[in-house]
């Protein structure tokens, strides 16, 4: 395997499977280009319930996930600053910032401005921003915005709210099928659905062979190979991509080869990651230090059961209702503790994402209740996840190092 090159000295494994994320971000801009060009194209937040707009040939594309790449080619402070240029604050979530400012300046970012779409598809389970970013939007394209309302949920989800929902997206099916004049088919919304579980349950099996010593996978790995998950499930490509990539992470496992050559330290990351260093985690990976789970990645799961409409419909409910940034502080600290034991991990990062208000809200008592739980401590650093203005690497570096002299 590629790991095993004598030539390569890195204290990290470079996954070869990440080589196919590049085919299928150009296949996926394309089609989206096309998308536009045949007026129906849908820009759509991440926890939207893409299945159904795929089910009915709409072109969708994520502009966080734009956002994500403006971060990776460390562009973001000039493309944040055309939208703080219109008067919006620096406080505002930087993928929004990111968003507008592409949309007023196209031409000023490669490879990250997306196609002009035709309807904006919101669900609000992630945050409330949304829908204010999503108008900014329509008013400089003119495309209409939909908005699938989820209640925050604070233990079960309740029968009235399921309903609720339910109505809700029922709506979206007659909103689709109204502004492109095309009915909804039930046989394939069953295909769609069926396809996004193989996806997702490709994506799980993955995320839960890091349970390994040593983990095959580290956060970098896991954040690059979880956009088809986010941008392309319900599609044969995404179970495509996850097949190569189980398969990878399987041989390494077999092989007892981890994505850290001498893993000492395993260590959880909470929160979104800075895409302009996502070196961070292999500057770490020379110290020994691995990250074989995190929240964010951890997100995306949880599958469309179903073969008739209806079941699918309450699949549909059921799943993007209860995704992790809909839930309550004592679900985000069960789920840091729940992933500490079925990790093994020594310790936790929490990234506190400066402005993405809805992820760190309640990071400090989160930190303190996750450490009494489970006995391993953290620490909290500071940042963004797109616009590096406000990202100290010294501050973080002494922060890091405190919480790792604990654990050596």
């Known amino acids: 395997m590629n790991g095993d090159r004598p030539s390569e000295e890195k204290p990290y ?73 219109l008067g919006y604050s620096q406080e505002l979530c930087s993928y929004a910032r990111a968003s507008i400012g592409s949309t007023e300046k196209p031409d000023e970012v490669p490879m990250g401005a997306l196609p002009t779409p035709q309807i904006l598809l919101a669900c609000n389970n992630i945050c409330g921003t949304v829908l204010r970013w999503y108008d900014a939007i329509a008013e400089m394209t003119g495309a209409t ?5 989820t209640p925050p949920i604070e233990a079960e989800q309740l029968p009235h709210h399921q309903e609720y929902v339910r109505k809700g997206v029922q709506r979206l099916i007659q909103f689709l099928e109204d ?38 996978l580290n956060c970098a790995d ?42 000492k330290i395993r260590l959880l990351w909470d929160n979104i990651p ?22 964010y990645t951890h997100a995306w799961s949880g599958s469309i059961e179903g073969v008739d409409t209806s079941s699918i419909i309450d699949g549909i409910v059921e799943i993007y209702s209860n ?16 992933l500490i034991k079925d990790y093994d991990l020594d310790g936790f990062i929490m990234f506190s994402v400066r402005s993405c208000k809805r992820y760190s809200l309640g990071q400090m008592v989160s930190k303190e209740l996750v450490t009494e739980r489970t006995g391993v401590p953290g620490v909290i650093i500071e940042g963004d996840m797109v616009d590096s203005r406000v990202y100290n690497e010294a501050q973080i570096e002494t922060r890091v190092d405190a919480l790792l002299e604990m654990l050596m």
Do not use: H
């Not at 492109?180 to 099996?205: C, M, N, Y």
């Not at 260093?277 to 990250?291: D, E, I, K, P, Q």
């Open 13 to 85: 494994r470079r996954l070869e499977t990440q080589t196919l994320l590049q085919q299928i971000a150009f296949t996926g801009g394309l089609e989206a280009l096309e998308a536009s060009e045949n007026g129906n194209l849908a820009w759509v937040t991440s926890g939207f319930p893409v299945e159904i707009p795929i089910a009915m040939n709409v072109g969708v594309v994520y502009p966080e996930q734009a956002g994500a790449i403006i971060g990776a080619q460390k562009i973001g402070p000039e493309v944040c600053s055309y939208a703080e240029d």
């Open 179 to 216: 502004k492109f004049s095309k009915p909804l088919q039930d046989e394939r919304l069953a295909e769609v659905a069926d396809l996004s579980s193989k996806a997702i349950g490709l994506w799980t099996r993955s995320l839960e062979a890091c349970q390994k010593k040593p983990s095959p």
């Open 274 to 295: 800075m895409w302009y260093t996502l070196r961070f985690f292999n500057l770490l990976a020379s110290r020994g230090v691995v990250f074989p789970a995190d929240t």
């Open 323 to 338: 995704v992790y940034l809909n839930k309550g502080l004592d679900a985000k600290v069960d789920k840091m503790c729940q």
């Open 145 to 149: 915005v939909f908005l699938l309302d």
């Open 222 to 263: 896991r954040f690059l190979t979880m956009a088809p998950v986010v941008s392309s499930r319900g599609t044969e490509q995404c179970v495509d991509f996850y097949e190569t990539l189980l398969a990878e992470v399987d041989d390494r496992v077999s092989e007892g080869l981890g994505a850290v050559r001498d893993e």
